[in-house]
């Protein structure tokens, strides 16, 4: 299988599991040779590296169809995919060219009913599902194309279906080259009941299975030159003889002996059988009964299938007297007798089944036992009897039992050969090889030795085959494979049957001693195979040996060997039956040759077996071999169960991982240059640009350094492990990529949190400050409202203490003052003359002081204030300045804030949260700084106020006041504060701008990250679309699938009524002749009452003349005169009140073909004159011929027209209206006997046959479709019995046909004609319709049909082409060479899509051309729209059939592409209006629902009820099962439907299959005529002819003016 190379840590591999044989999981660390690996089921192993294989984690989930396209051909790889498909049903998986079949061990009656056939024939191989049809398929068109012989060989161990398997082979081959056989079964029929009688005398219950096939079957099916069955035989190899006499417990004998004594009583007693259980070869064992099998029923169901295959009822009972026989004789014991080595009978009763079983056979009853203890050995002297111990006697028995029931088996063979047919000529066969599988019990004998030794010969055979398709795909893709070993088993095969020196060769040789034993025969091995590396001798066993087959080691049993293989054909026996008075016993054993030597001879099964052996191989040599290897899923058979270890035994048994190892030993993987390129391109990508497929191919794998491998013409061969190799590597560079990636989520996602971990803090800091800030803010508010009531309190006491002390000082002052003013008064006096003097002195002294005082106070002044106001001014320029930029900053927060909100909007669907995050915290800013704005301007109109006031108080105060500087600072420290209150709000403002900004890079950086996912998305949906376009090119040359042709060819009228036609032709023909014969040569006799009853009659047409009879008052005509009038074709004697005219001139009126003959009221003339006027003339012949020529110029102008005059007015066919017309004047409808209608039906057909333009077609539907509606609501079928009518001896004479005529014509009483036409054309009454009238109705409804099934299935074979490739989207171009920018990715996906609606908008345009074409021709709208619907239930079939049958168009792209093109169909069906299109759309109802299924997502949400009930409510449980099983999603990589539901579906779909076992899940094709003659007739009663313009070319002639008459 190849060494797994590269298993680093992470890789996903196989390891080995004791239950379940195979178990993946993930390797964690690798030591030495050593790996720890992780399972799926959560369980830690330690294996060695070079036991565990690595895993494709690509692999789809619902696996591969064909093995070889695995990553990893391996063991648990091959085991994994077959459980994948076996869970979903699918129990056919291609293997290269080999077919795995897994027993589902249910029916699934829908995998092979006639549907599936017809989808499978013609298939490319590959191209469909794995099917056994498709297999059987390809050996068909091998036979055919290469003529030469084919061979399927279908083998597996018991139970995995072999035999349904050959008999659904054996059911293909013959629907494709089906031949009926005799009695009207086919040879497939006869083959099939030939098994019943086979199963019972060859098959029996063996450990493993209750239905076992004891022999080899090949059923030869024979063909001839044209590929039809010509014949079959079926050849029986290898039967197990032994089981006769020796059954291991718990398995059984043949069925045959068991139904024998479970047969009804009377043959119970006639055969002299019973329990079982009395009989030694019976009760070997303890099984005497198999689980749901009656015996007594399969015994009757064998009879009756002996019946069928043509064994009579004689033959029966010999058959079943002969199987009594051997069961009674298997009951005669013998013990030892009175000489020495004699025997004889043990007791009565074992001379009871000695007399029963010679009875049985009809032989003597002494000579029976004679030949059993006895045995006559021929010498030169004589003969001389030698007795037999009791040992010799029993072998002599069982030796005879054997030979007789193996003979039996033969004739049986052989009779069935003669009953089915065998073609000695056949140009070249088919066989179908149905044999047991390898074998390996706990306890292994001589049989299967023998059956393993035919394994090993087809196992070469199949290994020869697989090398050989190694080499053909080696050659075909043109790369040295000269070094790949083959892999041969030859030594195994030659340790067995080499001559000499084999086992078989010795176990001969051990047979032939009469004292040799198993253990000198063991001996015997071991010394000759002591070396042989496939021969060994287990331990602890003296007789056991065992053999390393390819399947894998046997240990033998050879206890039994030597009796086994011992099959003497006794003289004795021979002479002793051949002599039976029963024919069927003497038959079986013919004499023979060498009879005459009456000597024993020593004939061995081991021998034999290799003989028959040979043949088989040297048939299987001759032809080209095809293989279908049968898998047995579980032990206890049943559904649903899938037990690794044994399917893995079985896969080795039968050769399948055989054949992997022989794809490993060259190279086991193969890959298109584009599947390699896709799945390693990423290892190399600066190769992928501008260089090929294959030069990219080869730089891969040289820059990985592989060695070894191979390029192809279209494919990478890479050798064991090299797989492997590259996938370490490219795991390598995904889990590179895939920690990058990583790594800045991990970032983005550190950094989300840092974010919001700070804006919460954030909050929380806000939230604290503003707690504490309003904790100060109280404590300030309480602070200041305690030192205003101090304030008032203080200046309160103050106040008071003032008063008190002012009253008190006034008191005082009022005193002192008085004195003071009596001193002062005094001193003035006193000092009067001083006081002036100081007066002037002082004044001039003060006077300069306060100037001086004045002047540095305003000085002082002015420099304060100076001083404040320019503190103030600058201040104000700052808070100035300051609003400025926070004006700026927020202008610049408003361009921002209308920038994001563009980009937002231009991100919209993916940032709407923070779209709104973003306009509460603008909305919040404003707020804020308007708020802000307000308090400043506040703050400024406070200052003002402020600095008004003081300047009030200075200039108000006296300079003494101190006061005012100080209530100046406390305003300025207020002011102070309020400003760095705002600086604060300031820099709170810019903090949150910062943050703002901070956001808006973040979310700029998340839009640039979305970008890029984006782009990657449109990277991966670039590659799938090329991988898709990829799968269209490589259908793009496929034939059409799934189209069946139902139409059935409509047949010409039959040649009975043909004949009986032209037989009543001919004798009217003859009549006539006969008749001109007699009025040429006699003369006229008229009596007058005889010719006035008869001119009271209407005249009869003569050869399609029709005349209308009315009733004018005038003078009685002569003959003479009426015979003139048969000469106007279409002219009516209205001439009343005429002379009497001759009986010559009435006679000439005879020969128009029509005329109206008035009744005669005249008075009646003598028999002399009536005698006298009419003297006797001869009437000419050229009269009558002048006669038949005006009718057939009339006919040839009339279909002269119908054939050039393809014009239409006012939508009707001008054709149409005028032979109609034309049919109704000459009353043709009424007619006994007319050719018109055979001419017009004649015209037609030949007219659509010789056309294949789909325009003249068109004009002969709508034109026949037109005659037909009129023709519908003109005639009715006559009430009279139409063949009395037409039996009716026919008049003698002209005149007297004529009066018949009239008698008929009048009798009827109506006028429809458009000659004296009475009342309107679409109020007339219905006609009597004579024979030929209906036929023509019949003939020209086939006509209708026919060419309505001509243009519609011409429509059919446009339109398949284009539903070939509408059915899967195209692939894209590869996503690798889009490498330029999004505008480019989009023009190429929009130019992709542009491409793939090329097919849908051609099949439109068909639709659109031949709607086009019937609207032209004026086709009635009924059958306008009953060719589009049947077109589009067509195109649903078609479609819907080709997703339930290729996996990759139930993919989710696929259904995009189809939707697409339905919704083409939805415009083209509502363009076309509901008149034309009708419910065309509605039969697409099975697709659509399909395309919705697989369009849908999150189907693993929806569930069964959900399915069935609203998404598709029309499909079949089948019908979703296969789509839900077969959908995967290639462009989203989702899951399909649920587990739960997939199990509901299987079930539901096992339960149908129960119920409806030939219920399949495809459409059929309606093939049918979908409108009656009444609807189209129906569509016509609003249409008026009768102002039709008539055609040119009978405008022009006379007899045809009655066209140009119109009814008002």
């Known amino acids: 299988m190849g060494t797994p190379v590269n298993i680093i840590v992470g890789s996903h591999v196989w390891t080995e599991d004791p239950e379940d044989a195979w178990i993946d999981g993930e390797v964690l660390e690798i030591k030495g040779n ?109 036979m055919i194309n290469e ?39 086919t040879v497939e029929q006869q083959v099939l009941e030939s098994n019943p009688v086979l199963e019972a005398f ?112 004689e033959e029966q009972d010999a058959i079943f007297r002969v199987v009594a026989a051997i069961l009674h004789l298997g009951n005669v014991d013998f013990v030892k007798g009175e000489e020495n080595d004699s025997s004889k009978l043990k007791d009565e009763k074992a001379m009871f089944h000695l007399k029963t079983t010679a009875e049985l056979l009809m032989c003597n009853l002494k000579v029976l036992e004679d030949s059993l203890c006895k045995r006559v050995i021929a010498t030169p002297d004589g003969n001389i009897t030698k007795p037999l111990d009791p040992a010799s006697a029993a072998t002599s028995r069982d030796g005879l039992a054997k030979t007789v029931y193996s003979r039996l088996f033969d004739w049986i063979v052989d009779k069935i050969n003669n009953s089915i047919g065998q073609d000695a000529n056949a140009k070249s066969i088919i066989g179908v090889l149905d044999i047991y599988g390898f074998e390996s019990f706990k306890v292994n004998s001589f049989e299967q030795l023998c059956i393993n030794l035919t394994n090993e010969k087809l196992q070469q055979h199949f290994n020869q085959h697989v090398f050989k398709m190694e080499q053909e795909e080696y050659t075909r893709e043109e790369i040295n494979w000269s070094y790949v070993e083959f892999v041969d088993n030859q030594d195994v095969l030659d340790l067995i049957e080499k001559k000499p020196g084999g086992i078989v060769a010795l176990l001969d040789e051990a047979c032939m001693f009469p004292k040799s034993n198993h253990e000198t025969f063991s001996q015997k091995m071991y010394q000759t195979y002591k070396g042989h590396k496939r021969f060994s001798k287990p331990k602890l066993s003296r007789t056991d040996f065992t053999i390393n087959h390819y399947a894998g080691d046997v240990t033998y049993q050879s206890d039994q060997f030597l009796d086994k293989n011992k099959d003497y054909v006794v003289a004795e026996h021979q002479a002793l039956l051949n002599a039976s008075t029963c024919t069927f016993v003497a038959n079986l054993f013919p004499p023979s040759q060498e009879e005459t030597s009456k000597q024993s001879k020593f004939s061995s099964i081991g021998t034999r077996f290799k003989q028959q052996l040979q043949s088989l191989m040297e048939t299987l040599s001759t032809t080209e071999p095809h293989y279908i290897r049968c898998v047995k899923p579980n032990t206890v058979l049943k559904p649903g169960i899938f ?32 599947e390699f390129i896709d799945r390693f391109g990423m290892l190399v990508p600066d190769v992928l640009d501008g260089t090929d497929e294959k030069s990219a191919c080869m730089a891969i794998c040289d ?66 400050r503003a707690q504490l800030a309003r904790k100060l803010y109280e404590y300030m508010r309480r602070e200041a409202a305690s030192i205003c009531v101090q304030k008032q309190a203080r200046a309160h006491a103050v106040r008071k203490s003032y008063t008190n002390i002012q009253a008190s000082a006034i008191v005082i002052q009022t005193g002192l003052r008085a004195m003071a003013a009596k001193n002062e008064f005094r001193h003035r006096q006193r000092n009067k003359a001083s006081t002036k003097i100081q007066t002037q002195w002082r004044g001039n002294h003060a006077l300069s002081a306060y100037k001086q005082q004045k002047k540095a106070t305003l000085i002082l002044q002015c420099l304060w204030r100076s001083k404040v106001a320019r503190r103030e001014l600058r201040k104000l320029k700052m808070a100035a300045r300051e609003t400025g930029a926070l004006q700026e900053a927020k202008d610049k927060l408003e361009k921002r804030v209308e920038e994001l909100t563009w980009r937002v909007d231009f991100e919209k669907h993916l940032r709407i949260d923070l779209e709104e995050a973003k306009g509460q915290e603008i909305a919040k800013l404003q707020s804020a700084l308007n708020e802000r704005q307000a308090q400043l301007d506040e703050a400024h109109a406070a200052i003002i106020h402020e600095k008004e006031a003081a300047r009030i ?49 973040e979310v700029e950086n998340e839009n640039k990250t979305r970008l890029k996912e984006a782009e990657d998305s449109a990277a991966r949906l670039s590659q799938l679309q090329e991988t898709i376009e990829r799968l269209e090119l490589n259908l793009s040359n496929l034939e059409s699938e799934n189209q069946v042709l139902r139409q059935q ?73 009426r015979t003139k009038c048969v000469e106007n074709g279409h002219s009516t004697l209205e001439e009343p009140h005429e002379p009497t005219k001759t009986i010559q001139e009435r006679t000439k009126c005879v020969e128009n073909g029509h005329s109206t003959l008035e009744e005669l009221h005249e008075p009646t003339k003598t028999i002399q004159e009536r005698t006298k006027e009419s003297e006797p003339k001869a009437l000419p012949l050229s009269k009558q011929r002048s006669l038949t020529d005006r009718q057939q110029e009339n006919h040839d102008a009339l279909i002269k027209c119908l054939m050039e005059d393809k014009q239409f007015d006012q939508g009707r066919s001008v054709a149409a209206c005028a032979v109609y017309k034309a049919l109704l004047q000459w009353r043709s409808f009424e007619a006994e006997k007319t050719t018109i209608f055979d001419r017009i039906i004649h015209t037609i057909r030949s007219s659509m046959e010789s056309e294949d333009n789909i325009k003249d077609q068109a004009y002969w539907l709508s034109t026949s479709t037109t005659l037909l509606a009129f023709i519908q609501g003109t005639i009715k079928a006559s009430t009279v019995n139409s063949s009395s009518q037409r039996n009716r001896t026919s008049p003698t004479t002209l005149f007297a046909r004529m009066a018949q005529g009239l008698r008929s014509s009048s009798s009827m009483g109506i006028s429809s004609g458009y000659s004296g036409m009475e009342g309107k054309p679409n109020a007339r009454s219905r006609i009597e319709a004579k024979y030929p009238a209906l036929l023509f109705k019949q003939h020209l409804t086939a006509c209708v049909e026919k060419i309505y099934g001509m243009i519609r299935d011409n429509l059919k074979r446009e339109i398949t082409p284009f539903l070939n490739l509408c059915i899967q989207a195209p692939r894209t171009t590869r996503a690798r060479s889009i490498r330029g920018s999004s505008k480019t990715i989009h ?140 959908f995967w999603d290639d462009k989203y990589g989702s899951h399909g439907l649920s587990s739960e539901v997939i199990g509901k579906l299987r079930a539901l779909t096992a339960e149908d299959s129960i119920n409806v076992p030939n219920n399949s899940f495809l459409l059929d094709v309606d093939s049918s005529v979908p409108f009656s003659m009444e609807e189209i007739y129906r569509s016509f009663i609003s249409i008026n002819i009768t102002n039709v313009e008539p055609p040119i070319l009978l405008r022009q002639k006379s007899d045809f003016h009655f066209l140009l008459q119109t009814t008002d």
């Open 147 to 185: 003529h030469g012989n084919q061979s399927i060989l279908v083998s597996g161990e018991s139970g995995a279906g072999k035999t349904e398997t050959t008999k659904m082979l054996m059911r293909y081959l013959a629907f494709m080259g089906g031949r009926s056989g005799t009695e009207g079964r």
């Open 1049 to 1121: 060819v409509l047949a010409a009228p039959s040649n009975e009524d043909i004949s009986e036609d032209l037989t009543i032709l001919k004798n009217k023909i003859s009549e006539l002749e006969s008749e001109n014969k007699l009025l040429h040569s006699q003369k006229i006799v008229i009596e007058p009452v005889s010719v006035l009853e008869k001119m009271q009659q209407q005249a009869k047409c003569v050869e399609n003349g029709h005349s209308t009879l009315e009733e004018p008052h005038e003078p009685t005509k002569t003959i003479q005169e």
């Open 643 to 674: 037990e690794n270890y044994n399917v893995l035994n079985q896969l080795r048994c039968g050769g399948v991982l055989e054949a992997i190892r022989i794809s490993c030993a060259g190279y086991p993987t193969k890959r298109t240059f584009d």
């Open 1387 to 1526: 023009s190429n996906i929009l130019a992709k899509q542009q491409a793939s609606s090329i097919h849908w908008q051609s099949i439109v345009n068909n639709l659109d051309n031949m709607l086009n074409i019937l609207s032209q021709n004026h086709v009635p709208s009924i059958v306008i729209r009953k060719m589009f619907a049947q077109v589009f239930s067509f195109i649903n079939v078609q479609l819907f059939n080709s997703l339930l049958l290729r996996r990759e168009c139930c993919s989710f792209s696929n259904g995009e592409y189809v939707k697409a093109g339905l919704q083409e169909l939805d415009q083209w069906c509502t363009k076309a209006t509901e008149e034309l299109a009708g419910s065309s759309w509605n039969e697409l109802q099975h697709l659509r629902q399909a395309v919705g299924f697989l369009i849908l997502h999150q189907k693993t949400q929806k569930s069964l009820e959900d399915i069935t009930n609203d998404l598709c409510p029309i499909l079949s449980i089948p019908q979703i099962y296969r789509i839900g099983t077969m």
């Open 34 to 142: 050593k790996a720890t690996i992780v399972t799926t089921a959560g369980k830690t192993i330690v294996a060695e590296i070079s036991s565990i294989h690595p895993k494709d984690t690509e692999a789809p989930p619902a696996g591969v169809d064909d093995m070889t396209k695995l990553a990893y051909l391996n063991e648990p790889g091959v085991l994994c995919n077959l459980a994948s498909r076996f869970a979903l049903n699918e129990i056919y998986t291609y293997t290269g060219n080999i077919l795995i079949a897994v027993n589902p061990f249910r029916r699934l009656p829908h995998l092979y009913d006639i549907h599936m056939m017809e989808q499978y024939k013609g298939a490319a191989f590959g191209e469909l599902s794995p099917h056994l049809f498709a297999i059987a398929d390809a050996c068909f068109r091998a």
């Open 703 to 768: 820059r990985m350094g592989l060695k070894g491998y191979q390029i192809g013409k279209t494919k990478v061969f890479l050798r064991a492990g090299q797989m492997a190799e590259l996938d370490a590597r490219r795991t390598e560079v995904l889990a590179k990529a895939a920690r990058l990636i990583q790594r800045q989520i991990r970032t983005y996602l550190t950094r989300k949190e840092f974010i919001t971990i700070r804006k919460a803090a954030i909050n929380m800091q806000k939230l604290a």
């Open 953 to 1001: 108080a200075i200039e108000q105060a006296p300079p003494v006041i101190k006061e005012v500087p100080v209530v100046d600072n406390s305003k300025l420290e207020e002011l102070t504060l309020q400003n760095s209150e705002k600086e604060d709000e300031i820099k709170e403002l810019k903090r949150r701008v910062e943050e703002f900004e901070q956001k808006y890079l």
């Open 202 to 313: 060859g098959n029996a219950k063996t450990v493993k299975n209750n239905n076992s096939s004891r022999f080899g079957k090949f059923v030869e099916i024979q063909f001839d030159k044209q590929g039809k069955i010509s014949g079959a035989a079926v050849r029986t190899y290898l039967l197990e003889r032994s089981r006769v006499c020796q059954v291991s417990d718990p398995e059984r004998n043949y069925h045959c002996f068991y139904m024998l004594c479970s047969a009804p009583p009377e043959d119970v007693k006639r055969f002299k059988v019973g329990d079982p259980r009395s009989f030694r070869y019976l009760n070997q064992t303890n099984c005497y009964e198999v689980a749901n099998v009656d015996d007594a029923r399969e015994y009757l169901e064998t009879r009756n299938a002996m019946d069928i295959v043509g064994i009579n009822q």
